[in-house]
């Protein structure tokens, strides 16, 4: 399910028609153990067939799985904390910060070795 969708539109300021693929990165500089994640990719979506100075609306969806960490053991772990969202537009970077409360929640267990 998704954490949130959000929709891009994608205009074609050049000549030629040409496909464009939207990137939405997060990054932390508190949730979880360190090392922080400078830049992990967490969604995208690609706008197909976009003509010469025309507009294409894509949507991209986020999962809170795609927000989790691997942690030491290998679980798969969603960590409360501050994070910033960025859409990697080239030069340009609009951000949304989004805050996860509660306690840390392990999305996936890797199985652990028997200690005998």
Known sequence: AAFDTFQVKVKNTGKVTSDYVALVFASTKNAGPKPYPIKTLIGYARAFSVKPGKTQTVRIDVT????ARTAANGDLVLYPGSYTLELDVGQHYPQAEVT??????VLDS???????
């Open 64 to 67: 809170l799985g795609s927000m």
């Open 100 to 105: 996860i409360n509660g306690p840390e929640k």
């Open 110 to 116: 890797f199985p652990q070795p028997s200690s005998s």
